[in-house]
Protein backbone atom coordinates (compact mmCIF):
# COMPACT_ATOMS: atom_id res chain seq x y z
CA UNK A 1 0.00 0.00 0.00
CA UNK A 2 1.13 3.58 -0.76
CA UNK A 3 -0.47 6.11 -0.03
CA UNK A 4 0.45 9.34 -2.71
CA UNK A 5 2.00 12.23 -0.47
CA UNK A 6 -0.36 14.32 -2.40
CA UNK A 7 -3.63 12.56 -0.41
CA UNK A 8 -2.00 12.99 2.97
CA UNK A 9 -3.24 15.32 5.70
CA UNK A 10 -0.33 16.81 7.67
CA UNK A 11 -0.61 19.12 10.68
CA UNK A 12 3.22 19.81 11.63
CA UNK A 13 6.96 19.91 10.13
CA UNK A 14 6.22 17.36 6.59
CA UNK A 15 10.10 17.58 6.33
CA UNK A 16 10.24 14.95 9.46
CA UNK A 17 8.73 12.81 6.65
CA UNK A 18 12.66 13.18 4.82
CA UNK A 19 14.00 11.49 8.36
CA UNK A 20 14.90 7.91 8.84
CA UNK A 21 11.79 6.78 11.15
CA UNK A 22 11.44 3.59 13.30
CA UNK A 23 8.13 2.52 13.67
CA UNK A 24 7.16 1.72 17.22
CA UNK A 25 4.08 -0.99 17.52
CA UNK A 26 2.98 -3.21 20.89
CA UNK A 27 0.17 -5.53 20.95
CA UNK A 28 -3.28 -3.81 23.13
CA UNK A 29 -2.61 -7.01 25.82
CA UNK A 30 0.74 -7.73 26.51
CA UNK A 31 3.40 -9.34 28.96
CA UNK A 32 4.05 -7.30 32.24
CA UNK A 33 7.21 -6.15 32.54
CA UNK A 34 8.33 -4.88 29.46
CA UNK A 35 7.56 -0.98 29.91
CA UNK A 36 10.76 -0.84 30.92
CA UNK A 37 12.51 -1.66 28.51
CA UNK A 38 10.41 -0.31 26.17
CA UNK A 39 11.24 2.93 28.30
CA UNK A 40 14.64 2.05 27.53
CA UNK A 41 14.25 2.07 23.76
CA UNK A 42 12.59 5.33 24.13
CA UNK A 43 15.29 6.76 26.13
CA UNK A 44 17.95 5.48 23.28
CA UNK A 45 15.46 7.12 20.41
CA UNK A 46 15.14 10.42 22.39
CA UNK A 47 19.44 10.04 23.00
CA UNK A 48 19.89 9.97 19.39
CA UNK A 49 17.48 12.11 18.63
CA UNK A 50 15.65 9.17 16.03
CA UNK A 51 12.49 9.70 14.35
CA UNK A 52 9.70 7.81 15.86
CA UNK A 53 6.85 7.16 13.79
CA UNK A 54 3.78 5.53 15.40
CA UNK A 55 -0.25 5.44 15.72
CA UNK A 56 0.75 5.64 19.24
CA UNK A 57 -3.07 3.88 20.35
CA UNK A 58 -2.08 1.31 23.09
CA UNK A 59 -1.52 1.98 26.16
CA UNK A 60 2.00 1.20 26.00
CA UNK A 61 2.44 3.59 22.75
CA UNK A 62 0.82 6.13 24.43
CA UNK A 63 3.03 6.12 27.18
CA UNK A 64 6.00 5.73 24.77
CA UNK A 65 4.47 9.20 23.14
CA UNK A 66 3.86 11.01 26.02
CA UNK A 67 7.96 10.05 26.84
CA UNK A 68 9.24 11.35 23.60
CA UNK A 69 7.27 14.54 23.78
CA UNK A 70 9.65 15.19 26.79
CA UNK A 71 12.90 15.52 24.64
CA UNK A 72 13.32 19.00 23.76
CA UNK A 73 14.22 17.77 19.83
CA UNK A 74 12.72 14.90 19.54
CA UNK A 75 10.92 14.62 16.32
CA UNK A 76 8.04 12.44 16.21
CA UNK A 77 5.34 11.41 13.67
CA UNK A 78 2.09 10.64 14.76
CA UNK A 79 -0.16 9.05 12.06
CA UNK A 80 -3.76 9.08 13.30
CA UNK A 81 -6.51 6.70 12.25
CA UNK A 82 -9.29 9.76 11.47
CA UNK A 83 -8.73 13.38 10.27
CA UNK A 84 -7.28 15.86 12.37
CA UNK A 85 -9.49 17.57 14.49
CA UNK A 86 -8.94 21.24 15.24
CA UNK A 87 -7.83 20.71 18.78
CA UNK A 88 -5.01 18.90 17.92
CA UNK A 89 -3.37 22.10 17.21
CA UNK A 90 -3.71 23.94 20.03
CA UNK A 91 -3.25 21.01 22.46
CA UNK A 92 0.31 20.31 20.44
CA UNK A 93 0.88 23.78 19.66
CA UNK A 94 4.51 23.82 21.12
CA UNK A 95 5.88 21.12 19.68
CA UNK A 96 4.40 21.78 16.26
CA UNK A 97 5.35 25.17 16.34
CA UNK A 98 9.11 23.30 17.55
CA UNK A 99 9.03 21.76 14.39
CA UNK A 100 9.41 18.33 16.11
CA UNK A 101 6.10 17.32 15.83
CA UNK A 102 4.12 15.82 12.48
CA UNK A 103 0.38 14.63 12.59
CA UNK A 104 -0.25 12.34 9.40
CA UNK A 105 -3.47 11.12 8.00
CA UNK A 106 -5.46 9.59 5.03
CA UNK A 107 -8.66 11.02 6.25
CA UNK A 108 -10.47 13.98 5.91
CA UNK A 109 -11.33 16.12 9.15
CA UNK A 110 -14.74 14.64 8.75
CA UNK A 111 -14.03 11.20 9.75
CA UNK A 112 -13.88 11.93 13.70
CA UNK A 113 -13.74 8.87 15.19
CA UNK A 114 -11.14 5.61 14.62
CA UNK A 115 -12.54 2.13 13.27
CA UNK A 116 -10.94 -0.98 12.78
CA UNK A 117 -10.64 -0.08 8.99
CA UNK A 118 -9.48 3.54 9.07
CA UNK A 119 -6.70 1.56 12.25
CA UNK A 120 -5.54 -0.96 9.76
CA UNK A 121 -5.61 1.81 6.73
CA UNK A 122 -3.39 3.88 9.76
CA UNK A 123 -1.08 1.16 10.21
CA UNK A 124 -0.66 0.07 6.55
CA UNK A 125 0.54 3.52 6.31
CA UNK A 126 2.95 3.84 9.11
CA UNK A 127 4.73 0.42 7.59
CA UNK A 128 4.92 1.99 4.35
CA UNK A 129 6.50 5.33 5.64
CA UNK A 130 8.97 3.41 8.32
CA UNK A 131 12.28 2.43 7.58
CA UNK A 132 11.96 -0.14 10.35
CA UNK A 133 10.34 -1.29 13.60
CA UNK A 134 10.77 -1.61 17.07
CA UNK A 135 7.95 -3.99 18.50
CA UNK A 136 8.14 -5.19 21.92
CA UNK A 137 5.62 -7.63 22.02
CA UNK A 138 3.78 -9.16 19.12
CA UNK A 139 0.85 -11.11 19.99
CA UNK A 140 0.83 -14.19 18.26
CA UNK A 141 -2.20 -14.42 15.54
CA UNK A 142 -3.16 -10.85 15.80
CA UNK A 143 -3.59 -8.06 14.14
CA UNK A 144 -0.23 -6.72 14.47
CA UNK A 145 1.28 -9.86 13.57
CA UNK A 146 -0.43 -9.80 10.49
CA UNK A 147 0.79 -6.22 9.62
CA UNK A 148 4.30 -7.15 9.98
CA UNK A 149 3.82 -9.97 7.47
CA UNK A 150 2.67 -7.64 4.96
CA UNK A 151 4.55 -6.68 1.72
CA UNK A 152 4.99 -2.57 3.13
CA UNK A 153 7.41 -4.14 6.35
CA UNK A 154 8.76 -6.82 4.49
CA UNK A 155 12.33 -6.48 3.93
CA UNK A 156 12.85 -3.65 6.77
CA UNK A 157 14.21 -4.49 10.22
CA UNK A 158 12.29 -5.47 13.06
CA UNK A 159 13.74 -5.06 16.82
CA UNK A 160 11.94 -7.06 19.80
CA UNK A 161 12.67 -7.60 23.27
CA UNK A 162 14.06 -10.75 24.20
CA UNK A 163 11.35 -12.46 26.25
CA UNK A 164 9.58 -16.06 26.31
CA UNK A 165 6.42 -14.91 24.65
CA UNK A 166 8.58 -13.44 21.35
CA UNK A 167 10.02 -16.10 20.47
CA UNK A 168 7.94 -17.24 17.84
CA UNK A 169 8.57 -13.53 16.23
CA UNK A 170 12.42 -13.99 17.09
CA UNK A 171 12.50 -16.94 14.58
CA UNK A 172 10.60 -14.91 12.13
CA UNK A 173 13.76 -12.97 12.22
CA UNK A 174 13.45 -10.39 14.39
CA UNK A 175 16.22 -8.60 15.83
CA UNK A 176 16.99 -9.13 19.57
CA UNK A 177 17.09 -5.08 21.22
CA UNK A 178 19.16 -4.19 23.66
CA UNK A 179 19.54 -0.78 25.63
CA UNK A 180 21.84 1.52 24.04
CA UNK A 181 22.31 -1.05 20.94
CA UNK A 182 20.45 1.69 18.70
CA UNK A 183 22.48 4.67 19.42
CA UNK A 184 24.75 5.74 16.12
CA UNK A 185 21.27 4.02 14.06
CA UNK A 186 21.11 0.42 14.94
CA UNK A 187 24.64 -0.35 16.21
Not at 124 to 149: K, N, R, S
Not at 157 to 185: C, H, K
Request: a negative charge.
Amino acid sequence: MTIAPEELRLLGNAALLKLPKTAFFCSRDYPAGIEHPANLWALDQRAAGHCVISGFHSQLEQSIFRYLLQGPGQPIIYVLARGIQPNVRSEYGPEIKAGRLLFVTAFEPDVTTASQETADIRNLLITDLADDFFVPYLAPDGTLQQLMASPTAQGKPIYTLDIPENQVFLRWGATVYQPGSMLGRHG
